[in-house]
């Protein structure tokens, strides 16, 4: 069902669960075939051309790309496109794709903090979109692309991280689009290890040059999960946030936390410092964040739904509680800020969060649930 409001797109979809497709054991195969290949050729940046024609035999289009955009500087920091030689590529300035990236209500969708695939044809027809200055000026010169499937992965506020698959002359089906929604996980792990991979890859260049008071630390695991080898920053970080004596071996929730898998960043905070530790391969990255923000966690929570544009009303719906609280929450971090005004806040917000953004809110969600 959409909704095409008089004078303006509505981003109210809801996909009826008659034409979810399910995926079959060949699909499931393929995916794991798919996952396997990318992280072999993931390095220290995560997604390469290979990866997007391997994405190609999963979903088929006529075009695939990956864009990160800075919400906050209003510009692309990277674009990787699928290589192929007659794909058509136009190439636009940045005031103009990014006027188009404003009327394009999938991308606005997903600034909003929504993570999942969405197709262009949730929001618009075709008719609608030949319409669109985007399409006369973009689209129509891109080969005609009629139909765009697009999967966001987690981004804090001020950053979207977006596979986008374009087509001439069918839509995607809804198999395509749980294709992407079951790859999600996977693609933000992929990212996140080359990310981590990326910072350890500087620190280990600058081993011999770091001083103690380095904020980065790194630690080389042998056997056994013992230290092989520390930065002398690894050591006073260690020994700082883990006072207790352990020689060789690591501090006893460390060693639980690689245990159990190390899966996400481990955090340990003693009064307002903050140590974040991160695994890659037999090595941990250490990392002494920034004092935290002087905020509660709710308040926290509802300025991120605030710096993604929401209204006072929205945020209450998605945190289940009054837009009085809201509205509160809001007074109360003005203040703590050293602001007075939404938009300050929210601002400031986001200059702060920079590395404390693993905990933010995201608008998680199904093919099969209304979006409003």
Same mark, same amino acid.
């Given at each position: 069902?959409?909704?095409?409001?008089?004078?303006?797109?509505?981003?109210?979809?809801?996909?009826?669960?008659?034409?979810?497709?399910?995926?079959?054991?060949?699909?499931?195969?393929?995916?794991?075939?798919?996952?396997?290949?990318? *992280? /072999?050729?993931? %390095?220290?940046?995560?997604?390469?051309?290979?990866?997007?024609?391997?994405?190609?035999?999963?979903?088929?289009?006529?075009?695939?790309?990956?864009?990160?955009?800075?919400?906050?500087?209003?510009?692309?920091?990277?674009?990787?496109?699928?290589?192929?030689?007659?794909?058509?590529?136009?190439?636009? *300035?940045?005031?103009?794709?990014?006027?188009?990236?404003?009327?394009?209500?999938?991308?606005?969708?997903?600034?909003?903090?929504?993570?999942? #695939?969405?197709?262009?044809?949730?929001?618009?027809?075709?008719?609608?979109?030949?319409?669109?200055?985007?399409?006369?000026?973009?689209?129509?010169?891109?080969?005609?692309?009629?139909?765009?499937?697009?999967?966001?992965?987690?981004?804090?506020?001020?950053?979207?991280?977006?596979?986008?698959?374009?087509?001439?002359?069918?839509?995607?089906? *809804?198999?395509?689009?749980?294709?992407?929604?079951?790859?999600?996980?996977?693609?933000?792990?992929?990212?996140?290890?080359?990310?981590?991979?990326?910072?350890?890859?500087?620190?280990?260049?600058?081993?011999?040059?770091?001083?103690?008071?380095?904020?980065?630390?790194?630690?080389?695991?042998?056997?056994?999960?013992?230290?092989?080898? #520390?930065?002398?920053?690894?050591?006073?970080?260690?020994?700082?946030?883990?006072?207790?004596?352990?020689?060789?071996?690591?501090?006893?929730?460390? #060693?639980?936390?690689?245990?159990?898998? #190390?899966?996400?960043?481990?955090?340990?905070?003693?009064?307002?410092?903050?140590?974040?530790?991160?695994?890659?391969?037999?090595?941990?990255?250490? /990392?002494?964040?920034? /004092?935290?923000?002087?905020?509660?966690?709710?308040?926290?929570?509802?300025?991120?739904?605030?710096?993604?544009?929401?209204?006072?009303? *929205?945020?209450?719906?998605?945190?289940?509680?009054?837009?009085?609280?809201?509205?509160?929450?809001?007074?109360?971090?003005?203040?703590?800020?050293?602001?007075?005004?939404?938009?300050?806040?929210?601002?400031?917000?986001?200059?702060?969060? %920079?590395?404390?953004?693993?905990?933010?809110?995201?608008?998680?969600?199904?093919?099969?649930?209304?979006?409003?």
């Amino acid at each position: 069902m959409l909704r095409f409001p008089k004078g303006g797109i509505d981003t109210t979809f809801v996909v009826s669960s008659e034409v979810v497709s399910t995926l079959t054991s060949s699909d499931a195969k393929r995916l794991l075939q798919f996952v396997g290949r990318a *992280e /072999e050729l993931a %390095g220290d940046e995560p997604f390469s051309p290979e990866t997007l024609a391997e994405l190609g035999r999963l979903v088929e289009a006529d075009w695939i790309g990956y864009r990160e955009v800075d919400l906050l500087r209003r510009r692309v920091v990277l674009d990787v496109e699928r290589s192929v030689d007659d794909e058509p590529v136009v190439e636009l *300035e940045d005031g103009l794709l990014w006027r188009f990236l404003e009327e394009d209500p999938v991308f606005r969708r997903h600034r909003s903090g929504y993570v999942g #695939a969405l197709k262009l044809s949730d929001f618009v027809s075709r008719r609608q979109l030949h319409r669109m200055p985007m399409y006369d000026q973009w689209f129509r010169p891109s080969g005609g692309v009629q139909y765009v499937l697009a999967l966001a992965l987690p981004s804090p506020p001020w950053h979207t991280r977006t596979f986008l698959l374009d087509r001439f002359d069918r839509d995607f089906s *809804e198999r395509d689009r749980l294709m992407l929604d079951q790859l999600q996980p996977h693609l933000d792990r992929i990212w996140h290890n080359a990310h981590v991979r990326r910072r350890l890859t500087a620190a280990l260049a600058g081993l011999e040059h770091a001083s103690r008071s380095n904020p980065y630390g790194v630690v080389l695991l042998s056997a056994g999960n013992r230290i092989e080898f #520390a930065s002398p920053p690894a050591r006073r970080l260690l020994a700082e946030f883990f006072p207790e004596p352990t020689g060789r071996g690591l501090p006893r929730l460390l #060693a639980d936390w690689l245990q159990a898998g #190390a899966g996400r960043p481990f955090l340990s905070r003693r009064g307002e410092r903050c140590l974040k530790l991160e695994r890659v391969g037999e090595a941990l990255m250490l /990392e002494e964040q920034p /004092e935290p923000l002087p905020l509660t966690a709710r308040e926290r929570d509802v300025l991120a739904w605030v710096a993604r544009g929401k209204t006072n009303a *929205e945020v209450a719906r998605l945190l289940w509680i009054s837009t009085g609280t809201v509205r509160k929450h809001l007074e109360n971090a003005y203040p703590k800020l050293g602001v007075q005004t939404r938009t300050a806040a929210a601002t400031r917000f986001l200059g702060l969060v %920079g590395s404390h953004d693993d905990d933010l809110p995201l608008e998680r969600g199904s093919a099969t649930q209304a979006l409003t």
